[in-house]
């Protein structure tokens, strides 16, 4: 399915106790996803490639059956809400808010039996995600940001998510979750950046993130993401204190070129050796 951009008008306001109740509900949403995908981690199951041209765009019947479930509860709950979904695609609502859903970001990862995958829900204001979920059902850890903080629900127990400070690259640990998705120009700037960091990790895809909103790593930089693969992330790294942007430092929800950062001081340093790349774009 070809994706489409996100919808974009002036942003519904949603008060606080609406958004304490949409943040529970996105909890439930990632529980309805969990008994979908859970029976098929680490166990055979048909894989289909959904890419053209000799890229390699996997799916499974749990990516395709925890989105099915997410709607449905979405459209039991909440009718007049729009749904953008990875496998379903876009159905627009009548209130303006939009949630944004990737069923299992890190596919690659689920059918190979790493648990560096995450079901990602947002909700969209019609300018903004103002609402992020990362559910990892096998771990059982539920990462949660939103303007009334950041935090990570696990057993039962809430910790609140700080980034940690660092004063500049050479200081940093930074993780991607491949090479191969950047462009030649792309993988010359990424290099860059790579030459002057402490530490580099490859795979991840948004447990990579959270791990940025954690304290754990300080920045994540990579390319050719989709709306559904970031939008849920932004308010889990921006109320943990971090920065998520594009390579050029503006709009991070549209995918595409996307940086996420513990302290701005790196996120500064790295955007002025992303610059060349994000100025040719892919």
Not at 20 to 29: K, N, Q, T
Request: with cysteine; glycine share 10%; hydrophobic share 40%.
């Amino acid at each position: 399915m070809k994706p489409v951009p996100m919808p974009q008008h002036s942003a519904v306001v949603v008060g606080d106790d609406d958004l304490i109740e949409y943040a529970e509900f996105a909890g439930r949403l990632t529980d309805a996803s969990s008994v979908v995908i859970k029976p098929h981690f680490r166990e055979q199951l048909s894989v289909e490639n959904k890419a053209d041209g000799g890229n390699y765009d996997p799916v499974t019947v749990a990516d395709q059956a925890a989105e099915t479930a997410i709607r449905d509860l979405i459209k039991q709950t909440y009718p007049e809400h729009g749904i953008y979904g990875e496998e379903h695609g876009f159905e627009a609502g009548r209130c303006g808010l939009t949630w944004v859903i990737d069923p299992i970001d890190g596919t690659r990862a689920f059918i190979t039996g790493v648990p560096l995958w995450g079901t990602l829900v947002a909700l969209h204001d019609g300018e903004k995600p103002i609402l992020g979920v990362m559910d990892q059902p096998f771990t059982g850890e539920r990462f949660v940001g939103s303007r009334l903080g950041a935090e990570l629900r696990i057993a039962g127990r809430r910790t609140a998510l700080r980034t940690r400070p660092c004063a500049a690259l050479s200081e940093a640990r930074l993780q991607s979750t491949h090479p191969a998705m950047f462009s030649d120009d792309e993988r010359s700037a990424f290099e860059a950046v790579t030459q002057r960091v402490r530490l580099t990790r490859f795979s991840g895809d948004c447990y990579a993130y959270c791990m940025v909103a954690l304290g754990c790593i300080d920045l994540v930089v990579e390319s050719g993401l989709l709306p559904y693969d970031v939008q849920a992330l932004i308010p889990i790294i921006e109320a943990s204190g971090g920065v998520m942007t594009d390579w050029k430092g503006g709009y991070a929800g549209n995918g595409g070129q996307v940086i996420a950062c513990g302290d701005r001081r790196v996120h500064e340093q790295a955007l002025r050796l992303l610059e060349g790349a994000a100025r040719t774009g892919r």
